[in-house]
């Protein structure tokens, strides 16, 4: 038989050694207060909270309402730089006494200087900033800006700039300079390319 003689100093170290492992893989196990603590915007939460069978719909009428409230603010808002464009524009002609009457010029307190009508003269010449082809060009680009440039709203957006232009004509008598009507035209063959646009 062998007999084995086991130094007590060196069995106590081999204990401690041992005893000291199994504590450390104790210690990563998490606790149960810690398990709880995970964040609820996690993927685990995330599995959590499908688990619950609840059913979730879109809401057709309210994406609806809503999509109809931005379709109105968009055109309530196109309408309104329309009218306040085709004003701009004929800010240097509209002086001549045979578009306003020295009454509406006065209510509208509206006073020119020599330069302002040089300015002007040149700002509706061709190519100049307030030429029937830029300003119905800025138009268009505008209504294509507002509405993500899809061809379907170009019908509505282009029913609004008839209402703006409208609304700016019986404002000043029902006659405007014929840079206002060249625009007006300009502004509505463009759209009609637009809304024809295929992709």
Do not use: C
Request: aromatic share 8%.
């Amino acid at each position: 038989m062998f007999n084995f003689n086991v130094n007590p100093n060196h069995q106590a170290q081999v204990n401690a050694s041992t005893n000291s492992a199994i504590n450390k893989t104790a210690n990563k196990q998490p606790k149960e207060s810690e398990q709880e603590k995970i964040p609820t915007d996690s993927y685990e939460a995330q599995k959590v909270k499908q688990k619950d069978n609840k059913t979730y719909t879109v809401d057709l009428e309210k994406v609806r309402a809503m999509k109809e409230e931005a379709d109105l603010r968009m055109l309530e808002l196109f309408r309104t730089t329309a009218k306040q464009t085709t004003e701009k524009q004929i800010s240097g002609p509209r002086s001549d006494s045979s578009i306003m009457t020295l009454e509406l010029t006065e209510e509208l307190s509206i006073e020119y200087t020599a330069e302002d009508v040089e300015q002007a003269q040149k700002d509706l010449a061709p190519g100049g900033y307030w030429s029937a082809d830029e300003t119905s060009t800025r138009l268009v680009d505008f209504a294509k800006a507002l509405s993500g440039g899809d061809p379907a709203k170009a019908a509505m957006l282009k029913d609004a700039f008839e209402q703006g232009f409208k609304e700016i004509e019986e404002m000043f008598g029902g006659t405007l300079p014929d840079i206002s009507y060249e625009t007006y035209d300009l502004t509505m063959e463009k759209f009609d390319q637009w809304a024809n646009e295929t992709e």
